[in-house]
C-alpha cells in the first residue's frame, strides 16, 4: 500500500487475483476493500492475473470475489485468466483475456485495438484447448465433476504443505516454519536464502527458485520423505 500511495495516478497496477506467486499469501477481503479505495482514490487500473483460479481455495467462484468486488464497483479493469492449471491444458495457451470499460463506444475501441494486437501477434490460435474449456464449462454435469476435482486438488496441495511443515519438525528442525501453513495455493515461500538453494539444487536435486520459492504441487507422497529430509539437512545450521 505504501508503494502503491506514491504511483503515479492512473496507473496500470498488476495484481494476483489468488494463489500469490510467488508468496502465496493472498489478501482477505477486508484488504482487498481497502486496495479498491485506494483505486478508486487514485484512478488506478487494475490488471488482475488469474492463473490459478480454484487452486486457492477450491472454489473458482470464491477465488474470482477480488476481481468481482472492483468490477461492481464499477472499476476499469483488466483480467488475465489462465486454463493450463485448473483444467491440465498446459502447452495450448488457453485463457482469456477481458476488459471491462465505461461505455459500449470505449469498448468498441478497445477491442479494435485488441483485434490488431492480436492479429499481429498469434493471428489464429488453436482451437482445441478453448473447445476442451468450452465443453466442460458450457455442461452443466462436466462443470460440477470439474469443481469436484478443482476442490480435490486443492485438498491434495494443503496436505502436502500441511505434512512437509509437520515433517520437518518430526526431523527436529530448529526452525519455525508456520508460515508456510499460513500461506495458500501452488507455491511455498519457505525463506531459505540463495546459498541454501543452491545447495538443494546442486547437491540434492530438490529444485526450487532461489528466492526460497517451491512448488508444493510437486510434492507427493514418493518424494515428500526425501524432500522434507533434504531440506532439514540442508537448514540445520541456518536458512541463509
Known sequence: MSKLETADEGAIVFLHACSHNPTGF???????????T??????????????????????????????RLFADAGVPLCLGTSFAKNMGLYGTRTGTFSIVCDSPKEAQAVQ?????????????PALHGSKFA????????????WYEDLLTMSGRIRSMREQFVAG??????????????????????????????????????????????ISVAGLNPNNLD?????????TKDGRN
Open 112 to 124: 479494435s485495438q485488441l483485434d490488431f494486437i492480436a492479429r499481429n501477434t498469434y493471428s489464429s
Open 38 to 67: 485506494l483505486t478508486q482514490k487514485k484512478k488506478f487500473i487494475p490488471y488482475f492475473d488469474m492463473a490459478y483460479q480454484g487452486f486457492a481455495s477450491g472454489n473458482p467462484d470464491r477465488d474470482g470475489e477480488a476481481v
Open 26 to 36: 493472498d489478501l482477505n477481503i477486508g484488504q482487498w476493500k481497502e486496495l479498491l
Open 226 to 234: 526425501y524432500v522434507i529430509n533434504a531440506v532439514h539437512q540442508v
Open 168 to 213: 520437518l519438525y518430526k526431523a527436529g528442525s530448529p526452525h519455525n516454519w508456520d508460515h508456510i501453513l499460513q500461506q495458500i495455493g501452488m507455491f511455498a515461500f519457505t525463506g531459505i536464502g540463495p546459498n541454501k538453494c543452491k545447495e538443494l539444487v546442486d547437491d540434492h536435486h530438490v529444485y526450487l527458485t532461489m528466492n526460497g520459492r
Open 134 to 145: 468450452e465443453i466442460i464449462l458450457g455442461d452443466k454435469e462436466l462443470k460440477a465433476e
